[in-house]
């Protein structure tokens, strides 16, 4: 068995998703009626940068196992790590967790399974935090974030004060009085790799009472099947990562009247400022709104339902690349294309292979790559498929043909799935 660490994805991938997930917190907690929603119409979509993060996870699982199960050196550890850029990723993980003990900590779990049922007042929530340590009367809650764009604060960090609570509920933790919540986000530009906030058992009982409010009232929702309008609270932040986004009444609504425009929309150069204060602090919600609204469009046309003046063509192709880098530039070096002709500080692409091809002359006056070279590169050249896209009808290209999808289509779907997920260490 190979010492390498690379991510391993399948577990994380079917571990399900709570009714009131930590992550998610700031959101349920103001607009109570999400989880509603989300139970109704919850659509749980991954995403390139998802992925991206779900395999970074894999990897800090494994190295803070090794760092806290088997005490291995930091060194040690992140020269077993396959990716390069996440060796620099979990060093400061690392270093962080590693940090608030002497030797060894009192107790520990990592991805370990907490049960938040509780604090919530409802059976069968839970919740899988990064790592959590005891170390004399201290209770450390680690986080990893592999985003870069939007910088996490630990500061009263509804996500980790909810897993801290949590932990603390177990008789074992009585003599803890001191939490520490630690966020490491090692990509974040501008900001430090780990950021530490330290809060006391008064204040996390105190947040412990908000947080079963919030479960309460949305429980009621829940059970009620309908929200009142007060309920919704739909904003840029809560909405981003809401599963019910695109069926929501609620940011219907407020797309509908906070914009407070005039029916005959201004030219840019004609508005008031006002009214370009009005449109540049809704772009993002309209723009998203009208994103699902698109994304919904292309799902019915996908089922074989029909949208007036709309169809789903087949895109364009994927850009050309080489088969085998390494074997393109080995024909490429045995044509005597000159250096700087073939290389651009790294191998050519097919598009400037062809440029060489068709548009580029020697001082001769011949094409830098004749015919019959050209013709033995194409054979090195391969690109991606191209995707479905909707577009207006007026479009030159074909439409795509979907078959209808009805409800019988789905029968095999109807068994349970097992449960797969694993039980987790008490701190």
Request: proline share 7%.
């Amino acid at each position: 068995m190979s010492d390498k660490i690379i991510p391993v994805t399948e577990e994380s991938e079917q571990r399900g998703h709570s009714a009131f997930p930590p992550s998610g917190a700031t959101r349920w907690m103001t607009c109570k009626a999400s989880p509603m929603m989300s139970k109704l119409h919850g659509v749980y979509k991954s995403s390139e940068y998802a992925e991206e993060g779900t395999r970074a996870h894999s990897v800090a699982e494994q190295c803070a196992l090794l760092l806290l199960r088997d005490r291995m050196p930091i060194p040690d550890i992140l020269a077993r790590v396959e990716d390069p850029e996440l060796v620099d990723c979990m060093r400061p993980y690392l270093e962080e967790i590693e940090g608030t003990y002497f030797e060894e900590p009192e107790s520990w779990m990592v991805e370990g399974r907490i049960d938040l049922s509780p604090i919530y007042g409802v059976p069968g929530q839970y919740g899988y935090a990064d790592c959590v340590l005891a170390a004399g009367e201290e209770l450390h809650v680690f986080d990893y974030k592999h985003g870069v764009g939007n910088p996490v604060s630990p500061i009263e960090n509804k996500q980790l004060m909810i897993y801290a609570w949590a932990v603390l509920q177990n008789p074992k933790a009585s003599h803890i009085n001191l939490i520490t919540l630690h966020i490491v986000q090692p990509r974040a530009i501008g900001e430090p790799a780990a950021k530490s906030w330290t809060c006391s058992r008064e204040d996390l009982k105190k947040f412990g009472v908000e947080v079963l409010l919030a479960v309460s009232e949305c429980e009621k929702y829940i059970e009620a099947g309908e929200a009142p309008e007060e309920a919704f609270c739909p904003s840029d932040d809560n909405c981003q990562w809401c599963p019910a986004h695109s069926a929501c009444t609620g940011r219907v609504r407020q797309v509908s009247t906070k914009l407070g425009l005039p029916k005959s929309l201004p030219s840019p150069k004609d508005a008031t400022p006002d009214q370009l204060s009005a449109i540049l602090k809704f772009r993002k919600l309209v723009s998203d709104w009208f994103s699902d609204v698109e994304d919904e469009a292309f799902t019915r046309m996908s089922l074989g339902e029909t949208v007036p003046l709309y169809k789903i063509v087949q895109g364009n192709k994927g850009a050309r690349r080489w088969k085998d880098k390494k074997q393109a530039e080995e024909v490429i070096r045995s044509m005597r294309i000159p250096v700087d002709f073939a290389y651009k500080k790294e191998l050519i692409s097919p598009t400037r292979a062809e440029e060489l091809h068709k548009k580029v002359k020697r001082e001769d006056g011949k094409p830098v790559i004749g015919d019959r070279q050209w013709k033995t590169l194409e054979e090195l050249i391969t690109r991606n498929d191209s995707k479905p896209t909707l577009v207006r009808i007026e479009d030159k290209r074909p439409a795509m043909v979907f078959s209808q999808i009805t409800a019988e289509d789905f029968d095999d779907l109807s068994e349970e799935r097992p449960d797969t997920t694993a039980p987790g260490t008490s701190v």
